[in-house]
């Protein structure tokens, strides 16, 4: 079926650090998301993003943080700087927009901030 | 605001029995749409079921749930667990189901272990 690919799977960084966490997504999907999940908790959504924008984000999507697909390349999740807390394994999902409307999700990346 | 319950954490059950997950939902959308979403051990969440109508069985993979309404639950349900079943599933919700934004609130997960 279809895949959305992430990548790093796993990232280790300093607190106060950049990092950019990328996600390909479904070829002819059109809405992107982010979602987070802290280690033994459940999956929440963080921010949806579609036509160059960010629709909706939730009160989990800080200032720190910011998403972008320049020129339908990688969508990116970027947390400038990091902090103790941001750790939690961050999942990217794509959908069509259209028709059956199914969310597919990559793997995720586990983001570990010391 | 929407948030869905899923009450176990774990379960953990022998080869042969039934599975019963449980998973209540809160919204002020009168046409929630529910998900099941399950996830194996270094993969992808995956869609495993989905449903939008009342009191209609929807089925899939072995696997079955009935969307009620009046109690606002969409439990699953296996007649027959089996190894490969071992996994993580998720309850989810969505005030939508086509067009737009597909947006899903999660429940915490519950881990099925399903053990020989």
């Known amino acids: 079926g279809p895949k959305v690919l992430q990548i790093p799977s796993h990232q280790i960084i300093d607190m106060g650090q950049m990092v950019t966490l990328n996600c390909d997504p479904v070829s002819n999907h059109l809405y992107f998301y982010w979602y987070k999940q802290i280690l033994g908790q459940q999956m929440e959504f963080l921010v949806n993003?579609?036509?160059?924008?960010?629709?909706?984000k939730s009160k989990l999507f800080k200032d720190q943080f910011s998403v972008e697909r320049p020129d339908g390349s990688y969508f990116t999740l970027k947390i400038q700087p990091t902090a103790l807390e941001d750790s939690a394994v961050y999942f990217c999902?794509?959908?069509?927009?259209?028709?059956?409307?199914?969310?597919?999700f990559g793997a995720g990346t586990r983001l570990s901030v010391l | 605001g929407d948030s869905v319950t899923q009450t176990e954490g774990l379960v953990t059950l022998t080869e042969g029995l039934p599975v019963m997950l449980n998973c209540t939902y809160q919204?002020?959308?009168?046409?929630?749409?529910l998900f099941w979403y399950v996830q194996h051990l270094n993969e992808s969440p995956r869609l495993l079921l989905k449903?939008?109508?009342?009191?209609k069985r929807t089925e899939h993979q072995g696997f079955h749930a009935t969307l009620h309404k009046s109690s606002s639950s969409f439990h699953l349900q296996k007649s027959s667990a089996q190894l490969s079943d071992s996994a993580l599933y998720y309850c989810a919700l969505s005030d939508r189901y086509q067009g737009g934004s597909a947006k899903l609130i999660f429940g915490e997960g519950t881990k099925l272990t399903v053990s020989s």
């Open positions: 919204t002020i959308y009168s046409n929630p749409f």
């Open positions: 449903s939008f109508t009342d009191n």
């Open positions: 993003f579609y036509n160059g924008k960010v629709m909706e």
């Open positions: 999902a794509s959908s069509s927009g259209t028709g059956e409307n199914t969310l597919y």
